[in-house]
């Protein structure tokens, strides 16, 4: 067993927000569930592609999670990172980008990387610099090809790779119990902000990785 298996107590949660939200209620409840589970990472992911938009949602943000201190990174837009103050970047393009994004942004900055269910891509982002690799979708699907990261990546690179494994999409119980002990992170999106109360969705995934 690896120094790092040997770590893995019980996976860390990590929440993506959703692809659009209401700036008058959405910070408060961010806040609300930061301040009810322990959080170790929030990713601002916008469908939409105006700036001035994803300006005012990452400045809305940033005042909740840095009054927790709480790292909230970016998806995709490297350029807004130092602009807006933000932690860091997610990519969503496996390696391609994450030695030069680590170029522009410095050693200081978070860069993740989603590398879907390539074990190929996921050590090129590594050996390029990002701090994180998330993989997915765990659970069942219908999206796409319904193809999905199986337990063998994610147990194979637990044994094998330092660099921290982050579990996305599809997350049902199921998943999450499967994959408790191969992940450091589980990245939770719909599966909290769909449901009637995200903050007691949030604790009961926390619950269940407790048990």
């Known amino acids: 067993m690896s120094d790092k298996q040997q770590e893995i107590e019980q996976p860390q ?15 408060a409840l961010l ?16 469908a939409t592609q105006d700036e001035d938009k994803i300006c005012r949602a990452a400045d809305a943000l940033s005042g909740i999670t840095q009054a927790r201190d709480v790292a909230l990174v ?11 103050g933000l932690d860091g970047v997610h990519l969503s393009d496996g390696a391609r980008r994450v030695a030069k994004t680590r170029k522009m942004l410095g050693d200081d900055a978070i860069v993740g990387a ?30 796409g090809d319904g193809e999905r990261a ?3 990546l ?12 982050v579990a996305e999409g599809a997350l049902d119980r199921a998943a999450i119990d ?25 604790k009961a995934i926390k619950t269940q990785l407790t048990i």
């Not at 806040?31 to 916008?46: F, H, P, Q, Y």
């Not at 992170?185 to 903050?199: H, M």
């Open 74 to 84: 970016l998806d995709e837009h490297i350029l807004l990172v130092e602009k807006l």
């Open 31 to 46: 806040g609300d569930v930061l301040d009810s589970v322990e959080i170790a990472c929030v990713r601002l992911t916008l």
């Open 114 to 143: 989603f590398c879907g269910t390539s074990r190929h891509d996921g050590m090129n982002a590594g050996e390029a610099g990002a701090d994180y690799v998330s993989f997915g979708p765990i659970g069942a699907n219908t999206l």
């Open 13 to 27: 949660l990590y929440l993506i927000t959703p692809p659009e939200f209401d700036l008058d209620v959405f910070p």
């Open 150 to 152: 199986e337990h063998d």
């Open 178 to 202: 499967a994959f408790s002990q191969v992940t450091d992170f589980f990245a939770l999106g719909e599966e909290i902000w769909s449901t009637a109360s995200p903050v007691e969705a949030a």
């Open 154 to 165: 994610f147990q194979w690179w637990t044994d094998v790779i330092e660099v921290p494994i």
